[in-house]
């Protein structure tokens, strides 16, 4: 029989795991306790003979499985992560399972037939389609009851990423906003002023040109930018010439839109008509192989300047072709309407047909505490804990970047590309068009134009799916 997922009833208050990682230590100024103990401690809803009570220590106990992706170190932080908290918690029993790999249609199949993870790794533009779905419970009956979870302990603009139609869908666990990362040593060499905040799209540009240096010998040769065909790094040239993907709703595609075009066309142009950049398809397409992956700034040492997150930091520290350059990182330039950049992160949600909710949101809450996220920079898990805390262990780091506090600053000005639940299909249309010219060069307008068909198509389907509307 076929099973209809929709969101399970609010329940009643977990305590914040966050505090709970270990006996030994003291968490936010309070000595560690049992979940259920410090649950009980705290009142939920208002005063009165009306009011629920957070559940008692005997009664937190549940199995949560948690589906996190299997890629190193994620199997050995989460698995500590669960034994932590187990620990403390020894009425719970968590179960890692490195099983995610991006599919929200097969996590969605499992929900229907009942069998899916009770939480799940997601992100901003993930999580919100399960929500309308019915497949992501909303925390926010949790978040309101936990008297220990203070917003101002984390980067808030990233947890509201989370959010759709005022409900938060699930929480962030780290971020990267992306900024430039650049060769020192070719700026050094060629006599040109390191990038700052002051850097604009001409300047970016005539530095690019300087910087590029044609094969002569066979090999890549030297390149001024490398970039690549993916939302997260065409989206702010597309916002820092006035455009945009989707309208505010996410109902619109705002592709064919002339300042999306225009900066999408700046992006090709760079590519193809003034030869400064490189891609890993464009490689690909000339070679018939690509050793480089997405990481030729890293691999040659011969690329100047590529937008990315601190999510390639560990790859950066360990390539090959950086070991005898120094580099360091800088904002994007400002286009000619703004200075944005893209924001994404990675997170966890809940599902709503879990059959251990209040375990399901301790651990999940434990899951953004400042112990887990400490552990997250410990064992160099990509990407900048959400919790403050955490977040400033990276700028004590003596490696390379000098510039740490930038990755930091970015958010300020950064966003997701797109957050809306019915963009994934839309924006994969797009990618499809968009990728001859990326290729080969050619005229944008023309090319957005003709695929709108069945890009406003592709969202006109996910908008009918909507079980929330």
């Known amino acids: 029989m076929r099973r209809t997922v929709t969101p399970a009833a609010a329940a009643p208050a977990a305590a914040p795991p966050g505090a709970l990682a270990s006996r030994r230590r003291l968490v936010a100024g309070g000595a560690l306790l049992p979940l259920g ?31 996190h992706l299997g890629q190193k170190p994620h199997p050995e932080v989460f698995a500590k992560l669960a034994t932590q908290f187990q620990q403390a918690n020894p009425g719970v029993t968590v179960t890692p399972e490195p099983t995610w790999s991006w599919d929200n249609a097969k996590f969605i199949a499992e929900a229907v037939g009942g069998d899916a993870a009770d939480l799940v790794w997601t992100s901003e533009n993930y999580v919100t389609p399960l929500y309308v779905k019915g497949v992501a419970r909303e925390v926010d009956a949790y978040i309101n009851r936990d008297k220990s ?5 984390y980067y808030d603009t990233v947890v509201n990423a989370y959010k759709f139609r005022g409900k938060q869908a699930g929480l962030p666990v780290n971020f990267g906003a992306y900024v430039m990362h650049y060769n020192k040593t070719l700026f050094e060499r060629a006599g040109r002023k390191l990038p ?43 916002w820092n010439a006035g455009g945009d993907l989707f309208d505010a709703e996410g109902n619109k595609p705002l592709f064919d839109k002339p300042e999306s075009i225009e900066g999408m066309q700046y992006l090709i142009d760079l590519l193809h008509r003034h030869r ?19 990481n030729i700034f890293g691999i ?21 072709g950086l070991q005898q350059k120094e580099w360091d990182i800088a904002p994007v330039p400002k286009g000619p309407k703004a200075r944005i950049t893209t924001n994404p992160t990675a997170g966890v949600a809940m599902w709503s047909g879990s059959k251990s909710p209040d375990a399901a949101w301790a651990f999940m809450r434990y899951l953004i505490s400042e112990e887990a996220s400490k552990t997250y920079v410990d064992m160099a898990l990509d990407g900048l804990p959400v919790h403050k805390g955490a977040a400033d ?59 709108m068909p069945k890009i406003q198509g592709a969202l006109d389907e996910e908008v009918a799916a909507d079980t929330k509307k």
């Open 149 to 153: 979870f203070k917003l101002s302990d």
């Open 276 to 294: 400064v950049a490189i891609a890993p398809e464009v490689v690909m397409q000339q070679t018939g192989s690509n050793p480089y992956s997405t």
């Open 37 to 67: 103990a410090l649950a009980a401690a705290c009142s939920v809803g208002a005063g009165g003979g009306g009011g629920e009570q957070a559940p008692q220590a005997a009664a937190m106990k549940g199995t949560v499985r948690y589906s």
């Open 393 to 451: 262990l990276v700028l004590k780091d003596a490696r390379t970047p000098k510039s740490k506090q930038i990755y930091i600053d970015a958010y300020k000005y950064a966003r997701p590309a797109f957050t809306t639940p019915y963009g994934q299909r839309a924006k994969t249309e797009y990618n499809n068009a968009i990728r001859p010219l990326f290729l080969a060069g050619g005229q944008v307008r023309q090319a957005v134009q003709e695929a």
């Open 196 to 238: 700052d905040d002051t850097w604009t799209w001409d300047t970016f540009l005539d530095a690019a040109k300087a910087l590029t240096r044609p094969a002569t010998d066979g090999s890549l040769g030297q390149f001024g930018f490398e970039t690549r065909l993916h939302e997260n790094v065409y989206s702010s040239w597309i």
């Open 300 to 320: 040659t040492g011969n690329v100047a300047m590529v937008f990315n997150a601190i999510y390639y930091l560990p790859t950066y520290r360990q390539s090959e």
